[in-house]
């Protein structure tokens, strides 16, 4: 069965990649890419109390979720969501790992409940005032497709439109050396049932078992193949350069994804 919907808007955050806007002549080719750190902005969208409990995790999701539904021009409240994260919040998972390995083993609440898979999805609710129904999932390598699918799968079954949200964080160390993450990453996607003014490209899903399409850009490729939620590059490649194409990304071995992409504009 192939799912399509219209995609509606996009937010992106990488190191070199600030925002849609930045990234979309790198990826047409128009521009280069330049490496540099990632740039993570406050979630000035939490109330104060909120936003000095994120981390690096929550900051990425709302970032790119908010870029999404801004330039799709889209109310996040009648948005239902899907995020989507190989491992979310390495840095509490490190921070309770050493508390329960000491003699101490009291774990600070905050650090619980930033700790779950689901927290992004919480603080998008307190941020937005989304009320539609959040779905919360984790695919390792695959979970940029893995969202991907479930987000499409509500746009069709359910007929209704639908926030994507894929983000990874790096491990500190000793984790890191088990999980080497180079970076912060994160790409939303707004996708539709219908097509509207602000429909940047229809697109079309189906299962495949072809090579998934690398990426020219050497350094753009090394995030690619690094970073889980980076995945999805080919994809927002194809919109940036605004021709009908076909790609092809990776999913859980020996799947993989082919993406139809016909531009709106």
Not at 178 to 204: C, D, M, V, W
Not at 205 to 226: G, T
Not at 237 to 253: F, K, N, S
């Amino acid at each position: 069965m192939n799912l399509t919907a219209y995609l509606d808007g996009i937010g992106v955050l990488g190191p070199g990649l600030d925002n849609w806007i930045a990234a979309r002549p790198i990826l047409a080719g128009s521009a280069p890419y330049e490496t540099r750190p990632i740039a993570v902005p406050a979630p000035l969208s939490l109330p104060v109390a909120e936003r000095r409990r994120t981390g690096t995790a929550v900051k990425v999701a709302l970032a790119v979720g908010y870029e999404a539904i801004a330039t799709g021009q889209l109310d996040a409240r009648q948005l239902a969501t899907v995020f989507s994260s190989s491992g979310a919040d390495g840095d509490n998972c490190d921070a309770i790992c050493k508390t329960l390995a000491s003699e101490d083993r009291h774990i600070s609440p905050t650090r619980f409940h930033n700790s779950v898979h689901n927290a992004p999805s919480g603080y998008w609710g307190i941020a937005s005032g989304a009320m539609r129904p959040s779905t919360v999932l984790c695919a390792y390598d695959g979970s940029f497709s893995a969202g991907l699918l479930e987000a499409l799968t509500q746009v069709v079954v359910e007929d209704r439109s639908t926030l994507l949200v894929t983000y990874d964080v790096p491990y500190p160390e000793p984790l890191h050396a088990k999980r080497p993450l180079p970076s912060a990453f994160g790409i939303a996607l707004a996708l539709s049932p219908q097509r509207s003014a602000q429909s940047l490209a229809r697109i079309e899903v189906s299962l495949a078992d072809d090579a998934p399409d690398a990426l020219a850009e050497p350094a753009l490729e090394a995030l690619r193949i690094a970073i889980p939620a980076a995945r999805g590059l080919p994809l927002l490649q194809a919109v940036a350069r605004g021709e009908a194409c076909r790609v092809v990304l990776d999913y859980l071995t020996p799947l993989r994804l082919a993406v139809v992409i016909e531009p709106c504009r």
